[in-house]
């Protein structure tokens, strides 16, 4: 099953664990599991189009998410996707 990770950072705005366990071939389906788990995470990290936010960065282990239109990027089973926030600033 693949796991999602939220950074400590992070969760100071969304309500979720460090680590959840999704179900979910694509980076989109483990993320409406995530909303699923955790009601509302969802809405901090994509528009209301289901496209990712531009203040938030997804990897699937070391490789960056790709299509963050439709989040079609595919996941393995035994995969780990990271959420971040992305930082700005200097």
């Given amino acids: 099953m693949p796991t999602v990770r939220f950074p400590p950072h992070l969760l100071r705005h969304v309500k979720a664990a460090p680590v959840v366990a999704v179900r979910g071939a694509t980076v989109a389906e483990a993320l409406l599991d995530v909303e699923r788990i955790f009601p509302g995470v969802r809405d901090y990290l994509v528009d209301e ?3 990712l936010r531009k203040h938030v960065n997804i990897f699937i282990g070391e490789q960056w998410v790709r299509d963050r239109v439709a989040l079609s990027d595919p996941i393995a089973e035994d995969a780990e996707v990271f959420v971040f926030q992305a ?4």
Avoid at 87 to 90: A, D, T, V
């Fill in 49 to 51: 189009r289901g496209s």
């Fill in 87 to 90: 930082l700005s600033g200097g």
